[in-house]
Structure formats: C-alpha cells, structure tokens
C-alpha cells in the first residue's frame, strides 16, 4: 500500500530518505531531478513537503518553495519503478489544494533537458517552457592565479548589519527586490553553512558573491554580482577567484553554481576558472487553475 505523508520541513531521516531516492533516479536516467537541498529542514507558512512511502521505502516526493513573488516553485522525483501510475500528478494535485492558502498566479516545474518524458508531461497539463540553466561544477584544481592591474579587497561578512549592504548590491545587481532581499540575507548571512562575500574597490562595495556549504563534498555558489557601471572590468573574475581561493583555504574543493543558458558573459567567466558543464534544466510555467486532461483524470488520492 501507498501511503502520503505531509510535511513542514524534512528531518535528517527523511532527507537521508530523499538522497536515496534521487540516487536510485540518477542510476536509471542518468540525471538528477531539481532538489533544493538547501532549504528543505526549513519550516514555511503553509507545509510543502509530501512524501509517498511503499513498505518503508521513500518512492514518491513533491514540494513547494515561494522563491519569488507570486509564483511557486515545485521540486519532485519518482522512482522509475513508480511512474506511469500517475504518482506525480497525485502529488501535484494535492500540493495545489493546499496552496490555496497562498497568492500566486503559477507554478513553477523543471525537467532535465533531455527528459522527454517530462516534457511531454508537461505539455499535456499545458505548460509553457520559459527558460534554462545550466548546473556547472568544479572539482580538486587547487587555487587559482590572479593577475590584476586595478586590484578590488574581498571581505567576509557575518553580521545581520551585514545583510543591507549584500541587499542593496542584488538589488543593483538583479533588479531585485531590496526589502525581500533584505529579509533574505537578515536570515542567511549569519547561518553557520553559509559565506557571504563582498568585493570592495577602493572601499567601496561594488560586488558580492555567496557560499553555501551543503555538505562536506559540495559548496554550492550563488547571488554572484557586480554592480552595473563596474562591470566588464575584470572585478567579476577577481571576485571569484578570490573567493575560491578563500574557501579552498578553509577545506573546500567541491564547487557547483547555476547560470542561465543565454547568460554567455558569465558562463565564460565561470568556465575560466575551471567550472564544467554538468546538467541542463529546462523551467516550465504553469497556470494555477490548469486542469488535468481527461486521460489524467484523479478519481482518488493515495494516503
């Protein structure tokens, strides 16, 4: 028998549960699903966490992450001995009841680009594809050189202080949010799994980067930017250098970070300091009020 078991956050036993799921996917597609490993010990307003279980063994798992304003984001793996028993839109359909709480306008899926499967899937729930990523990583290459004619200082910060200056650099940086990003960083800059960078020139900050160790093999980089009138002037490069050669100090050799498929500037950097290309991702955008097509219909939920 299937059971569902809902959740506010994963404990260790279920993320030890989830590592061997994605394992067993990972054997059989040769990819992994999308996991926000870093987030899911983390309560939320509403519980998005759900979990199929079949004689003790983790087969199905599905949940829901508020990244941006009003759209919701949904990480989730089936095993192969599972699918084509419609595990994921039960999953799915029993998430979007719950979210009802919330105000969103869409959903947010991922799929490896070479999944056709899930593509089709997705399709069929009428899903519009938006955008890639590529997950690039970096592995045992030691420090790196750095020649600069016009140096920039890196510093690490660990003060709720801190979290302004890193807000008001993203917020320059992306366009983003600056009282979102503020709330973000206010949580994030003094966790102890986390490294928060920013890259001074002349004393003043024109860039950050950040650092989360996930485990003792990964170091995941993320939020890497430098303010727009000082771009294109080498201080991107310097500041990720720097930082890598300040992690690698501390014991770290593993590293991964996203980037967008069109954003050809940065996979250039990155790629010159040693980071390979790994995994694309496809995201697709979803109404929603989508409804399931006939062939799809869920007469019955699996508790």
């Known amino acids: 028998m299937i059971t569902l078991h809902e959740y506010n956050g994963l404990n260790d036993k279920l993320i030890e549960d989830l590592h061997a799921l994605v394992d067993c996917c990972e054997a059989v597609d040769g990819h992994t699903p999308m996991i926000y490993w870093e ?28 990244f941006e304003d009003y759209t919701i984001e949904v990480s989730f793996s089936i095993h192969p001995d599972f ?30 680009i070479l999944d056709t499967t899930l593509s089709k899937i997705f399709n069929r729930l009428g899903a519009e594809a938006t955008h890639k990523e590529y997950i690039l990583k970096r592995e045992n290459l030691g420090k790196e050189n750095i020649s600069a004619l016009d140096s920039i200082e890196l510093v690490q910060v660990k003060k709720k202080e801190d979290a302004e200056l890193l807000a008001q650099i993203h917020e320059r940086a992306f366009h983003s949010d600056l009282e979102m990003m503020l709330q973000r960083f206010s949580k994030t800059v003094t966790m102890p799994n986390r490294c928060c960078f920013l890259a ?58 996203v980037v967008a498929t069109n954003n050809h500037h940065a996979l250039h950097l ?31 939920r699996r508790h």
């Open 39 to 66: 987030v899911l010990k983390l309560k939320r307003d509403i519980p998005g966490d759900y979990c199929l279980y079949k004689d003790g063994e983790m087969i199905g798992y599905l949940s829901t992450f508020n």
């Open 200 to 257: 001074l020139y002349h004393g003043e900050p024109i860039g950050a980067l950040h650092a989360r160790i996930d485990s003792p093999d990964v170091t995941c980089l993320h939020d890497i930017g430098i303010i727009p009138e000082k771009r294109h002037s080498g201080f991107g490069l310097q500041m990720l250098k720097l930082a890598l050669n300040t992690l690698i100090a501390e014991g770290h050799h593993h590293f991964e970070l």
């Open 83 to 112: 699918r084509n028993q419609s595990l994921f839109e039960h999953l799915l359909d029993y998430a979007r009841d719950k979210l009802q709480l919330l105000y969103y306008d869409a959903l947010i899926l991922s799929s490896d």
């Open 270 to 300: 990155y790629q010159n300091c040693g980071f390979s290309l790994r995994q694309t991702y496809q995201f697709w955008r979803i109404n929603k009020d989508f409804s399931f097509p006939p062939h799809y219909k869920i007469t019955e």
